[in-house]
């Protein structure tokens, strides 16, 4: 595209200018083609953009089903038996015949920005095809009337120039601050699943330690205010990472601080850490038993996880854990805090399996 559009455009400006010496170059009505001629477009002219744009829309809402399916899987579309070839000509048709039409308006230079700004910046407020199509039809209208109209108030302004970049003004605006691909909106949502997953690693990290002091085959899991170095050394965090944490998830009433140096959980604190690790074990019996991971590896990929699946396969995983025989263990978390010393096998005398206090239950989202 890069070449044909680079070289024929060279050609056409050498053509115009050799074009522009002669007598009847004024009379050839090419400046009018490369500028458009908004300003001078007569009744006629409105009638045919008018006939283009209606029989567009009518194709367009007649054959919506077949040209989405054309535009995402033109394979699935061949297999399925659709005529390929006649709707891909039916879409370069309809390119072309608006292409042609709109070069009365913005001219040559500027027609395939106008054609293709609009839906570009619809792109980024919405992930729904049909909603997308109304949004820049919406964005090409506004972007010619208001083009149009600051044309008319302003002299010397030329009306193709204004209306592209009035709709390049449209593309920024939605660039930024679209709900479906905006930057700004992108920002704040991962801002926010950065700091839900550091909190809740944070929980389970502490329900970790509790666990690794506690023996859990005598009684449930007890809370107490764990030392802040030991939560920072459990998953190499950096101590104000781990502070920064802390403070989010006191501000949400998980997190206390009964004494300096030390951070405890709350009542809803100790509930959620165990939904939170109970969860990610959950997570780690699905990579291992679905996904084909290596314990080793599992902890790492569960990470990713852990946010992703629905409450549907967590119930599933919560029966196959159900009906699993109990000499199968799910895999220990490689961030609990190990001694050097070299832990017994499960089987052998001194052996232990930590498990999740029942007591207390959460939502299991």
């Not at 593309?171 to 691909?181: H, M, N, Y």
């Not at 970790?208 to 859990?216: F, G, K, N």
């Not at 790492?300 to 549907?312: I, K, N, T």
Request: aromatic share 8%.
């Amino acid at each position: 595209m890069g070449i044909v559009l680079s070289v024929f455009f060279g050609a056409g400006v050498a053509m115009l200018s050799m074009v522009q010496t002669m007598p009847e170059a004024s009379a050839a009505g090419l400046e009018s083609f490369i500028t458009g001629k908004t300003a001078s477009m007569i009744w006629s002219d409105f009638l045919l953009i008018g006939g283009v744009c209606v029989l567009s829309i009518l194709c367009s809402l007649l054959f919506l089903k077949e040209l989405t399916l054309l535009c995402f899987d033109e394979g699935f579309a061949a297999s399925q038996g659709w005529p390929v070839l006649g709707l891909d000509l039916l879409m370069v048709a309809m390119v072309g015949a608006v292409t042609i039409v709109g070069l009365q308006s913005v001219g040559l230079i500027l027609v395939i920005a106008f054609l293709i700004i609009p839906s570009t910046a619809a792109r980024f407020w919405t992930h729904d095809l049909k909603v997308m199509l109304m949004l820049s039809g919406v964005i090409g209208g506004l972007s010619g009337w208001i083009g149009a109209s600051l044309s008319a108030l302003f002299s010397k302004l030329p009306a193709g120039a204004v209306i592209v970049l009035v709709s390049a003004g449209f593309f920024g605006v939605s660039l930024i601050c679209g709900p479906a691909k905006g930057v700004f909106p992108r920002w704040i949502r991962h801002r926010r699943l950065s700091t839900k997953v550091g909190r809740q690693h944070l929980l389970r990290a502490v329900f970790e330690i509790l666990e690794d002091t506690q023996d859990s085959q005598v009684g449930p899991v007890r809370n107490y205010p764990v030392p802040l170095d030991e939560v920072v050394s459990h998953r190499s965090w950096s101590r104000s990472e781990v502070v920064r944490l802390v403070n989010k998830a006191r501000r949400l009433g998980y997190i206390e601080l009964p004494r300096p140096g030390h951070l405890g959980l709350s009542e809803s604190g100790f509930g959620e850490a165990s939904r939170v690790t109970r969860n990610h074990r959950l997570w780690e019996h699905f990579m291992i038993r679905f996904a084909d991971i290596a314990p080793s590896h599992v902890d790492r990929d569960a990470d990713m996880v852990e946010h992703v699946l629905g409450p549907e396969i967590v119930r599933q995983l919560e029966d196959e854990l159900a009906q699993m025989e109990a000499s199968t263990l799910l895999p220990p978390s490689p961030h609990e805090v190990r001694s050097s010393q070299p832990q017994p096998q499960p089987g052998e005398p001194g052996s232990s399996t930590k498990s999740i206090s029942t007591d207390v239950e959460g939502p299991t989202g």
